[in-house]
Nanobody
Framework: QVQLVESGGGLVQAGGSLRLSCAAS????????MGWFRQAPGKEREVAAV???????YYADSVKGRFTISRDNAKNTVYLQMNSLKPEDTAVYYC?????????????????WGQGTQVTVSS
């Protein structure tokens, strides 16, 4: 069982930055694929970024060039640095985890989820 706890959300003006953190329990964090998903009101949950267990990354087109996912395996933590934020980035952001070494880009691929953290970008 893996427990995930997100932090770092908040209110920011358009053009600003936030960094989300997700702390994971367990001893095999380095073998897990980690994903950041987001869900805006009235919309489906969608992938924002993925970190494969080997460290390679994937980004949705909507965040490419603005968001950066990174991980610190020694701290069992994955981060999402969000720059040049836009009002359309407003959503609840969720951290997700699963074992495996592939790219996993849909929410159905993931076994473990955090509780979510709200990000609000004002115009």
């Amino acid at each position: 069982q893996v427990q995930l706890v997100e932090s770092g959300g908040g209110l920011v003006q358009a053009g600003g930055s936030l960094r989300l953190s997700c702390a994971a329990s367990g001893r095999t964090f380095s073998s897990y694929a980690m994903g950041w998903f987001r869900q805006a009101p009235g919309k489906e949950r969608e992938v924002a970024a993925v970190s494969r267990s080997g460290g390679n990354t994937y980004y949705a087109d909507s965040v490419k060039g603005r968001f950066t996912i990174s991980r610190d395996n020694a701290k069992n933590t994955v981060y999402l640095q969000m720059n040049s934020l836009k009002p359309e980035d407003t959503a609840v952001y969720y951290c997700a985890a699963r074992s495996g070494s592939r790219y996993y880009t849909t929410l159905y691929d993931y076994d473990y989820w955090g509780q979510g953290t709200q990000v609000t970008v004002s115009s």
